[in-house]
DNA sequence: GCTCTAGTTTGATTTAAATCAAAACAAGAT
DNA sequence: ATCTTGTTTTGATTTAAATCAAACTAGAGC
């Protein structure tokens, strides 16, 4: 599904917080013991911390690149604009995820990233994760699954192509859903941050789709709507019914 | 737009070939002098070639993983079934392509890759490439750019979303034409190694429309289609009509 | 409070693609 | 060569989603 945290699942060691300087330490925290170098390695690694307000960039296609972002807190959307003006939305992502992975590809920034809602972000100079890597294998290796899962996420929802309307847009729910609950958040009842035409443009619909098939699934008892918040009242119906759909 | 070859576009250093005893050295080479130890950490790194005769499989979604693969010669499909039995294909595969990024998330692999045509593939063990990745910093951050273009890449087919049959057929046939261009293949003239189905699976559409979308950019005197091979008679035009879509 | 705007819902109509169906074609096996 | 079998093309029809259009709603600012 999506980068996540730069936590892993288990992360067992009795994290290092009381010493954490930095911001996304707490992200960072590796299963794995760390030393007194170690650690100070990766204070200086996280050490600068950004406030994004809603509609603000945090980056944009064709800057160049220099620093991952993890979020920490709010919400971001990510698209790139095409040659016809319209507007391609890549992906929404919250806190824990990481954005900029793209743009090691090439030095240069693939998508304009923008805050949907006031947000923080943490800064990780791309230099300098790829230096400490090289003395802390473990937090190297957590990074290359990090880039990994990016892959997988993105496979997932290719895999939407075969999906009709009220599918893709129950994939969807699912995955925010699934997101949100890893999240210490409620996977039933969660608040959309983005527009219906967002939504759309993500998942190669248009706006009013979204709506009548977010309409359809409230009138079979599926989901209830009320504008952005959604709750979705029989999760495992769902699962069934729409399959695959969660795609982690 | 793809992973590509391992090989740097600057790879400009008077490329050990000459020392290569392993078959993939070549794609391996770093824009950087390499001293005689590290050329030897390299040597160790791709030991292991393979045979894939077409039809065979490299490895099954659910299958742990062990090794990344590159592709030396032939043609690879990669898919994931779907509960229902269906079959959704998720990418081709061309020389010098990297294979397993999507199973470094959970050491699992997540699809199942078959060669189209018989094939022939490098075998590198991954943890194998982060040990050395650690003495060698260019080898590492190159690796990292492979895996962020296989994330632009994916995008770019997500970026598809909006674009109707037709836009997506060339866009499809462009980025094959500019990947075959790079490896020194005619960018005009060129023969498709899967079905009209699975094109139209990796498409998002079925494999009746992709027919239809062939004959009539035919008929629009655009490309020829003779079964398999085809033939671009007008890339600026069909770049310019169809816009963005070379995704690369 | 009201107004204005951006966003959403719903309906009527059109259009692109899926589906159903059959024929044509290519390649491999015998 | 002929018989398969799998693939491709083309046509007729249906269906899902886009488009066009209008009404409705929520929220921001006055």
């Known amino acids: 599904m999506s980068p996540d945290s730069l936590m892993p699942k288990n992360c067992n060691i009795p994290c290092i917080k009381a010493r954490c300087s930095s911001c996304s330490l707490r992200e960072l925290c590796l299963p794995v013991g760390l030393d007194e170098q170690e650690v100070r390695a990766l204070d200086h690694l996280v050490n600068q911390r950004h406030k994004i307000r809603r509609g603000e960039h945090l980056h944009r296609a064709g800057l160049s690149f220099h620093s991952l972002?993890?979020?920490?807190?709010?919400?971001?959307?990510?698209?790139?604009?095409?040659?016809?003006?319209?507007?391609q939305v890549t992906g929404f992502h919250m806190p824990g995820e990481v954005l900029g992975l793209d743009a090691i590809s090439a030095d240069t920034h693939t998508c304009n990233a923008v805050a949907l809602e006031d947000s923080e972000v943490c800064e990780i100079p791309f230099a300098k994760l790829e230096g400490i890597g090289r003395t802390i294998p473990s937090l190297m290796h957590h990074f290359h699954k990090i880039m990994s899962r990016e892959i997988v996420r993105d496979r997932g929802m290719l895999m939407l192509g075969g999906m009709k309307a009220g599918e893709r847009l129950v994939a969807f729910l699912l995955?925010?859903?699934?997101?949100?609950?890893?999240?210490?958040?409620?996977?039933?009842?969660?608040?959309?941050?983005m527009t219906r035409e967002e939504i759309g443009s993500y998942l190669g619909l248009k706006l009013e789709t979204i709506s009548r098939a977010l309409s359809r699934l409230q009138e079979d008892g599926l989901i209830n709507v009320d504008n952005k918040r959604i709750r979705l009242n029989d999760i495992d119906h769902l699962r069934r019914q729409y399959g695959s759909s969660s795609y982690e």
């Open 175 to 193: 995955n925010l859903s699934h997101r949100f609950a890893k999240r210490g958040y409620s996977p039933l009842d969660f608040n959309l941050r």
């Open 69 to 87: 972002h993890v979020v920490r807190s709010g919400f971001f959307k990510t698209y790139v604009l095409q040659e016809d003006g319209r507007e």
